[in-house]
């Protein structure tokens, strides 16, 4: 078996900032949206109808960030991501100029969360609370190769 990554799903109070945030922020690139229907989506998923689901995909390369808004069914409020909380605790991504891209996150809504600023990495998070790492490009050079 050779599984492939598919998409990173990810829940959002508002979609088109959401949308914003993470092409004009991080460089993200629209790919398609979809608004699938209640059946099967809320078996699928495990919510009661109505869900009022939209979904916008968003392209880095080969990721795919899918972002998700429920109008019917609404959000549950999550407490603060932390890094060692059970889970997917965050996103990092290699940007051409962190500070840039740090006043790009404020000026989106998002939280530049300062006292993390080691030099070499930085966490900022996005407009609903996500926790995203920022390193500097030339982080991916001193890594080794992905095998082919």
Do not use: K
Not at 32 to 58: A, K, T
């Amino acid at each position: 078996m050779n599984p492939v990554v598919n998409h990173v799903g990810h829940c959002v109070a508002d979609i088109e900032r959401a949308r914003r945030f993470y092409v004009e922020a991080l460089g993200f690139e629209p790919w398609f949206e979809l608004q699938p229907p209640d059946d099967p989506s809320s078996r699928l998923l495990g919510l009661s109808p109505p869900l009022g689901m939209n979904c916008v995909y968003l392209r880095m390369g080969e990721f795919v960030l899918e972002l998700l808004q429920f109008a019917d069914a609404g959000t549950v409020d999550a407490p603060q991501r932390v890094v060692n909380q059970l889970g997917l605790t965050h996103l990092s991504f290699a940007v051409d100029d962190v500070a840039a891209t740090c006043n790009r996150v404020a000026e989106l809504g998002g939280t530049v969360l300062t006292e993390t600023d080691i030099g070499a990495a930085i966490f900022v998070r996005d407009p609903d609370g996500q926790l995203i790492e920022l390193l500097p490009m030339g982080y991916r050079t001193s890594l080794p190769p992905i095998p082919r």
